[in-house]
């Protein structure tokens, strides 16, 4: 109350919008709380309600230090490093429900007669018109810290009255009541900023806020679930359903969703076969297991920066089977001794076919090309398609690392990699024998591969690298000099992306970065996508560690 009439605080102000827009706003803070007291009565408060999103702040009262008291206190409330731990639970526990979260820092204070004559002998500094301060300030930064680590959201209640203290003829104090608590105008400024991140945060569902940190330093959406110490994958589900992964040389098989591994070896002559990262692996429908990949142990790189080729260069596709679940596997078949980029893609049509994505590089000048190979018996014999070349100079140039799926009109489409800043669409209508280039889609993409998914409930995932980090238009470009590449593209590869079509790769939802990683040039990439069960997935990548889990219906309703 302020001369007896209610005074409008920003928690009011944003009730009243949340019900224009359908939306319960529950003010579950209470007048003189620390965040230890937050702490002791969040979980009926705020998690036991299953919020969508929550605000919290905390700060005045935890940085006080009560030297007005008999006998005086010489430490805050809440030391601050109990207040960076109290912010740190709430956000994590938060996000670990799916709940995207706002953090606040306090509003700053200042001097009046009554505080003066109550706070002002040390640690405060009477003298110093900011003197109030000479904590809070550093509670303040542990909030823009714990935000910026948790990828919560941050409305700057701080920063904003500072900067407005900063104008001429203005002063913080114009924003206070009693030198503590906001005015109705400060009120205002404090929803003002509040409703900035809230409509933010609106426009860009999905994004680097709903981020929660691992172990391994990655961060990932807080919807999905770590898996440390997993494999890499491609997996496949067995007839008894255990799930079955290669390595270099091995046949891996877990009958406990991958915490443990049984091994037994795929080569009879281990010396000449080692498997490569980049490879594909399929139980078709009738038990047959089928692995494409590049032979490392055959590997001869030969570019030369002058030539801007690599003649001669030498990294086979072969093919292997096993007919009884990878117990034993068949000899190897090479299908070429080109230079292969990589094996991203392999599934099997409606009719029974086989078909997976494969590269070749082509020379004068060097650059790379994609095909697919066609199996209608099992895997014991292949033929290839047309090659798919769309020049390029240099040896990452060209195009590169397809992914595919087979449309319900019964074609295949191709999404390939190329430096443009787009996926390729190439489509076939006979099965992946012979093959169209359509041009760019309409998707963002840096230098990187993707793949693609057919689920279990029709729709199709894609995961991938977006051109530019979440939010920006730009990113420094690799290339542009004949060696890398001919033309200048982004490489960014720090963030992981994905996105679900319901009308055959037309359109596509929102993308969500799911997983990050804060290095400037960290690579997040190659990813691997397997539906351990319906509707779960599990998402591993070839660099950068991903190991993670979701559930398509968390992410699969946000339309673009």
Known sequence: ?????????????????????????????????????????FKGDVLDRRPELVIIQFGINDAAVDVWKKPPASEPRVSLKDYTANLHYFVSELQRSGAR??????????????????YGK????????DGFNVLLKDYAQAVREVAKQSGAGLADVYAAFESYGAQKNRTVDDLLLDGMHPNQEGHRLTADV???????????????????????????????????????????????????????????????????WKTNTVFTDPARFRISNERVLLRTREGVLI?????????????????????????????????????????????HDDWTGAEREILQTRSGRVVFSSMKMRHNPGRHTVLT?????????????????????????????????????????????????????AESADEGLTWQTLGPSDI????????????????????????????????????????????????FRGELSMAFSDDECKTWTQPVVIARKAEARAHLAYPYVFEAAPGELWITTMQGGVRLKLREADFASAQR
Not at 6 to 11: E, H, K, M, N
Not at 31 to 41: E, P, Y
Not at 101 to 118: A, C, D, G, Q, Y
Not at 297 to 314: H, N, Q, S
Request: proline share 8%.
């Open 1 to 41: 109350m302020v001369e007896g009439k209610p005074l409008p605080v920003y928690a009011d102000v944003l009730a009243a919008e949340a019900r224009a827009w359908g939306v319960k706003f529950i003010n579950a803070g209470i007048a003189g709380n620390t965040s230890d007291d937050g702490c002791k009565r």
């Open 101 to 118: 979260v706002i953090l606040m820092t306090p509003n700053p204070t200042r001097w009046t007669e009554k505080l003066r004559s109550m």
């Open 122 to 129: 040390p640690p405060y500094e009477p003298a110093n018109p």
């Open 194 to 260: 509040l409703r900035k991140e809230l409509e933010a945060g609106a426009e860009k569902p999905g994004t680097a806020t709903h981020l929660k940190p691992t172990p391994s330093g990655i961060e990932i959406d807080a919807r999905a679930t770590d898996m440390p110490g997993q494999k890499m994958g491609p997996f496949v589900r067995l007839g008894d359903q255990r799930v079955l992964a290669l390595d270099e040389t091995n046949c891996l098989t877990s009958a406990d969703e991958g915490r443990t």
């Open 291 to 335: 692995a494409a990949f590049m032979n490392m142990a055959e590997k001869r790189w030969t570019w030369d920066k002058k030539l801007g080729d690599a003649p001669g260069a030498v990294l086979p596709t072969y093919v292997m089977r096993s007919t009884n679940e990878g117990k034993t596997w068949e000899p190897p078949m090479k299908l």
């Open 373 to 425: 190979y066609c199996s209608d018996d099992q895997g014991q014999t292949w033929k290839a398609s047309n090659v798919i070349d769309l020049g390029g100079a240099g040896n990452h140039d060209g195009v590169t690392e397809a992914t595919l799926v087979e449309l319900k009109n019964g074609r295949l489409l191709k999404l390939i990699r190329t430096n443009w800043g787009r996926f390729w669409i």
């Open 444 to 491: 963002p993409a840096s230098a990187s591969p993707g793949q693609l998914r057919r689920l279990q409930s029709g729709r199709i995932v894609l995961v991938w690298n977006r051109e530019f980090p979440e939010g920006l238009n730009t990113f420094p470009l690799s290339g542009g000099d004949r060696d890398w590449s001919a033309t200048p593209a982004s490489v």
